[in-house]
Nanobody, 125 residues
């Protein structure tokens, strides 16, 4: 049974940082791409970043470029999302998901097969 578990969310002030983790079980992540998505209240789920299995391809949404960094530790079967200079508009539930590759449609939720349950990130004073 494939399970993805996100952690590291919380309440942070604007300008602060958080590091999210996506730990996998029941699946070997070193052969899979991982995407991070987020969903704010009343909005559709949107792609944040994607990292391919061999780190050859990395994508970011324009809204997070220069502030967020995706990385992976295949030995730990875990992918990370370092989020710096957080803004109010980054407030959302963050999800990780698996795909076979980070392609041109990396931001499309339908490209991904397994999803975690999400972790809440709230940016507020």
């Amino acid at each position: 049974q494939v399970q993805l578990v996100e952690s590291g969310g919380g309440l942070v002030q604007p300008g602060g940082s958080l590091r999210l983790s996506c730990a996998a079980s029941g699946i070997n992540l070193d052969s899979r791409a991982i995407g991070w998505f987020r969903q704010a209240p009343g909005k559709e789920r949107e792609g944040v970043s994607c990292i391919s299995s061999n780190v050859g391809y990395i994508y970011y949404a324009d809204s997070v470029k220069g502030r967020f960094t995706i990385s992976r530790d295949n030995a730990k079967n875990t992918v990370y999302l370092q989020m710096n200079s957080l803004k109010h508009e980054d407030t959302a539930i963050y999800y990780c998901a698996t795909d076979f590759t980070c392609g041109a449609s990396w931001y499309d939720v339908d490209e991904y097969d397994h999803w975690g349950q999400g972790t809440q990130v709230t940016v507020s004073e």
